[in-house]
């Protein structure tokens, strides 16, 4: 029986329980389902030959377990934003500045990537936008193709200036259509299906390549970029309806949907790419080749279904449009919570007449371009956004590992089975996947995390009554994110890496420090009396709470 003081729980206050279970799960899943399902088959192709599938699969399994702890933490405590607000719940300001700039730093990345989606599946209508032969075959967007890229950002910012009830519509109607264009195409395909392909380039593994190159693949062939979003049912959490049941739900089924669509996807790419352009494997496809260029679009008019090429052309347009549109969503939402945690200027929780956080959207656009100029294509920005996404992911085991130790009593309307084993599980697999998106991703992540806390230090200078950080109770978090670095600089993915720490020692050695630092941080926790002193600060009264809407 859990304590009076651990029946308490963090609220929010002006928001309405409307959503429901396929409402949440939609959320999700139309996150899931952006532009990682029109390349991510043939980048996990080119990487790993037949061996995509099996990639998928795993990758899939790691992501259903992040996705299994923060179900624990979302039925536990269902607020707005929770990703970013767990971590300030069980560490205080140390932590919670630390992964709400992470969440943010996520968001923000999003729209970018989806843009350079939109225009390289557009370069079918217009080619003078993109340049399949530029930088090394892996293709490049040419200087027209960078104005349409910050026109799209412009306008997903735009769009977002209307008011929500406005674009709840729109979403979920894209929605749909992002799930329903896929699970046909898996179907049309699936006839003209040759297992032979399963061994082009040498083998199930190609020539070269094994598990090395198969991990590797996991982030930088935008496999476990296809996965993310599954947290957005999350970050709704305090609309949603009877959150007990429906959030852990919403999560696990929307993440399960998603595995099943890309195992497919990747399947039937593989099973239906004519074999004359298999000689030399997949990464002997032609850049100039429309299956190189725009995968699905070109699989669907080189095997004779022509029509439907046009259909996933507009896709192109829609899916990806859809996706980066709500990341703005998310990622002025995720700073108005930061600022309402006082860890941002005031400025970022003003809202205009329309109830939009409209600085925030300003400062996601301007962010969003940063990110288009160190990173010229979808395939070369899939690594960041990877690696800065599983970041913020790594702080939900922390939390729940927290939550576990200091408050054993308080409700958990869903509870992991085997949670002690499965958290510090949760945060290796977090890291290792950190850590395959190689040296070049981290350390160019690396420099945005430091720019990042030097401006929200320069903020907080000055200002005695913002939260205070506790530096020797956070040291955690500094060893963490430097060890990081400092692995991935000797180990074995690269480029600009030194390699000492050779495969599979490396592996091993991100275990192992994942598990000292996640005891580390654990036990480093806000105490249970500071835990429900915290809780109770963003507690609201019953009359002020989400309400749960009428019975019909």
């Known amino acids: 029986m859990a304590s009076g003081s651990q029946l308490i729980k963090p609220g929010d206050v002006g928001l309405k329980r409307e959503i429901g279970l396929i409402g949440a799960t939609w959320a999700s899943e139309t996150s899931i389902i952006g532009s990682g399902w029109l390349f991510g088959s043939l980048y996990a192709a080119q990487a790993i030959g037949g061996a995509a599938v099996l990639a998928w699969v795993i990758a899939g399994v790691a992501v259903i377990i992040l996705a299994l702890v923060h179900a624990e933490l979302g039925g536990m405590y269902p607020v707005a934003g929770g990703t970013a607000r767990f971590p300030h719940l069980a560490y205080g300001p140390g932590a919670g500045i630390s992964f709400g700039f992470f969440s943010w730093l996520q968001a923000v990345t999003v729209a970018p990537i989806e843009a350079f989606a939109v225009i390289q599946y557009a370069s079918y209508f217009w080619p003078s936008i993109w340049n399949a032969k530029a930088n090394g075959g892996a293709g490049n967007v ?314 929200i230090l320069m903020y907080q200078s000055d200002r005695p009554e913002l939260p205070r950080i506790d530096w020797a109770r956070s040291a955690w978090i500094g060893a963490y994110l430097l060890g990081m670095g400092i692995i991935s600089w000797q180990g074995a993915y690269g480029p600009n890496n030194t390699g000492r720490l050779g495969y599979p020692w490396d592996i091993l050695t991100v275990a192992l420090f994942s598990l000292a630092i996640y005891a580390w941080a654990v036990y480093s926790s806000l105490t249970t009396e500071e835990m429900e002193e915290r809780i109770a600060e963003q507690a609201v009264p019953a009359e002020e709470a989400p309400a749960e809407p009428a019975a019909a």
Request: glycine fraction near 10%.
């Open 142 to 455: 040419t200087h027209i193709g960078f104005v349409m890229e910050l026109v799209l950002m412009a306008i997903f910012t735009a769009v977002n200036f209307m008011a929500m009830k406005l674009l709840n519509p729109i979403f979920s109607g894209i929605t749909w259509w992002k799930v329903a264009i896929p699970v046909i195409t898996i179907i049309i395909l699936f006839p003209k299906f040759h297992s032979a392909n399963f061994s082009a380039g040498g083998g199930f593994f190609p020539t070269g390549t094994g598990l090395k190159q198969l991990f590797g693949a996991l982030p930088s062939a935008g496999i476990i970029f296809a996965y993310l979003g599954f947290e957005q049912a999350d970050q709704l959490a305090a609309e949603v309806k009877n959150p007990k049941r429906n959030l852990p739900l919403a999560i696990i089924l929307s993440i399960l949907i998603g595995t099943v669509i890309y195992v497919l996807l990747q399947v039937v790419f593989i099973g239906a790419t004519p074999a004359s352009l298999l000689t030399h494997g997949f990464s002997g496809i032609p850049s100039t080749n429309q299956i190189a260029i725009a995968p699905f679009a070109g699989l669907a008019a080189a095997v004779g279904f022509a029509v439907w090429a046009g259909f996933l052309r507009t896709d192109a347009f829609i899916s990806p449009f859809g996706t980066g549109a709500m990341y703005v969503t998310a990622t002025s939402r995720v700073s108005y919570g930061l600022s309402r945690n006082r860890y941002y200027p005031g400025i970022f929780g003003k809202v205009d007449k329309r109830g939009v956080p409209w600085f925030g959207m300003i400062i996601a656009f301007v962010a969003g371009l940063v990110f288009t100029f160190p990173f010229p294509s979808w395939h070369s920005l899939v690594g960041l956004v990877t690696s800065a996404s599983v970041l913020m992911y790594a702080g939900a085991p922390l939390a729940m590992g927290a939550f576990r130790l200091r408050l054993p009593q308080a409700e958990r309307p869903y509870r992991l089975p085997g949670g002690v084993v499965v958290a510090p599980i949760a945060f290796v697999i977090a890291n290792l996947i950190i850590y395959w998106s190689g040296f070049e991703v981290l350390w160019k992540l690396g420099v945005a995390i430091i720019l990042g806390y030097i401006a």
